[in-house]
């Protein structure tokens, strides 16, 4: 199992990632609690989420939007909104060669507690996960 790791300078070895999503929760309590234990399993998933390096930002685990910036706003830990449309939001930041499926399992972990037509897209050096939830479950393409 590789050690995703989310890098903070370009100068590590790593990956460029863009990732847009667009979210509308049936269950933001159950989102955020499902997030939450996911960060519980950080050990066991061999996974460095820094988040020493959030807590100086400000950014905590309390929170569904602060948990959505920490697995999918790289290193800013936010989400920008997307000009020209308010329904995406997006980041662009760099990261370890494991961060992509850190995400795509990230999102659909979450993906019960969405509703249909929810979706993300994430552009990692080459190529383009995208991932649509219908009846609560993710669909890769």
């Known amino acids: 199992m590789a050690v995703a790791l989310l890098t903070k300078t370009i100068t590590?070895?790593?990956?460029?990632?863009?990732?847009?999503?667009?979210?509308?929760?049936?269950?933001?309590?159950?989102?955020?609690?499902?997030?939450?234990?996911?960060?519980?399993?950080?050990?066991?998933?061999?996974?460095n989420y820094n988040l020493d390096h959030f807590k100086e930002l400000g950014i905590g685990t309390d929170?569904?939007?602060?948990?959505?910036g920490i697995f999918f706003g790289g290193w800013k830990g936010r989400l920008e909104t997307c000009p020209g449309d308010k329904e995406w939001e997006f980041a662009d930041f760099d990261a370890s060669y494991g961060w992509e499926s850190l995400m795509m399992d990230a999102?659909?972990?979450?993906?019960?507690?969405?509703?249909?037509?929810?979706?993300?897209k994430i552009w990692p050096d080459s190529g383009c996960d995208h991932g649509t939830v219908r009846n609560g479950k993710c669909k890769w393409a």
């Not at 790593?14 to 939450?36: H, M, N, P, W």
């Not at 234990?37 to 061999?46: G, M, N, S």
């Open 12 to 47: 590590t070895m790593g990956q460029c990632y863009s990732v847009e999503i667009k979210v509308r929760f049936t269950d933001e309590d159950g989102a955020k609690k499902a997030l939450q234990a996911k960060l519980d399993r950080h050990e066991e998933e061999r996974v």
């Open 63 to 68: 929170n569904l939007h602060d948990l959505m």
């Open 107 to 120: 999102f659909e972990t979450i993906a019960p507690y969405m509703a249909d037509d929810s979706e993300i």
